[in-house]
């Protein structure tokens, strides 16, 4: 199934009232299929120039044996909203990059009930590559921290 390219004026407010005057927007496109239906709704907004954050909500899917946040769950969310600082700002379409190298840090532990707090910062941008960084946090403590390289595959229509 092909996914048509949202901009991030398309995307809904969160359905919570008071993080959608935050500015939070849902982002995960009906008709999802494979390893990407299985990944959790994220709500992100845009930040500085370059910048930009998510929020995920958590649950026993994203734990565990032994009750902590899953290594490979941290992982996939990392990599998901690497390229949020180039969507959120018009620079790609939310099918317009394509991750070369990802690397994780995980820090401490977490576990479900609170919020997965994720920034992501834009480092240097050439003609087709992108160079950022990110850090998850929950209830104020840094989880995991993470860098990447992605390669621009076409324009924000």
Known sequence: MSL?????????????????EQGWRRMHPE?????????????VRPGDP?????????????LNVLGGFHGGYLASIGELVLFLPLFLHGKVSSQGAITVDFTIQFMAGGGAGSPLLVSIELLHETGRMAFLRGVMEQDGRRVAAFT???RKLGAAR
């Open 31 to 43: 008709g999802l299929t494979g390893y990407d239906a299985l990944l959790p709704v994220l709500l």
């Open 4 to 20: 048509q390219a949202h901009s991030p004026a398309e995307l809904p407010p969160a359905e919570q009232p008071d993080l959608a």
């Open 50 to 62: 370059g910048r930009a954050e998510a929020r995920v909500e958590t649950g026993s899917h994203s």
């Open 148 to 150: 990447g390289t992605m």
